[in-house]
């Protein structure tokens, strides 16, 4: 029943920055801890940030903190990543996930619904 669509990638320049959305279904979205997720071409897919269903609460993978945000607009049923300073390791395909529980984890295997995923291209 729940669908993710995740919108906003492309190619930027080392340096640039990107804002990733990720527009969701259901009326129980505001429950819903939502996650980011990249993988790069070769590599397992990884956790990238996670925000509370309030919004309160955020966590980040060590790798962007500082350079990425997460943030949520409840009203909208919409998660957005903002990438800033980006770098050429930060190519991969980033998905949109929700999880149907109040706690943050950066799991794949907790989170229950996910969206088809958006390239990001970081050139040099």
């Known amino acids: 029943q729940v669908q993710l669509v995740e919108s906003g990638g492309g190619l930027v320049q080392a340096g640039g920055s990107l804002r990733l959305s990720c527009a969701a279904s259901g009326r129980t979205f505001s429950t819903y801890v939502m996650g980011w997720f990249r993988q790069a071409p070769g590599k397992e897919r990884e956790f990238v940030a996670a925000?509370?269903?309030?919004?309160?609460?955020?966590y980040y993978a060590d790798s962007v903190k500082g350079r990425f945000t997460i943030s949520r607009d409840n009203a909208k049923n919409t998660v957005y990543l903002q990438m800033n300073s980006l770098k050429p390791e930060d190519t991969a395909v980033y998905y949109c996930?929700?999880?149907?529980?109040?706690?943050?984890?950066?799991?794949?295997?907790?989170?229950?619904?996910w969206g088809q995923g958006t390239q990001v291209t970081v050139s040099s």
């Open positions: 996930a929700g999880r149907s529980v109040y706690s943050i984890s950066r799991a794949l295997n907790d989170y229950d619904y």
């Open positions: 925000i509370t269903g309030s919004g309160v609460f955020t």
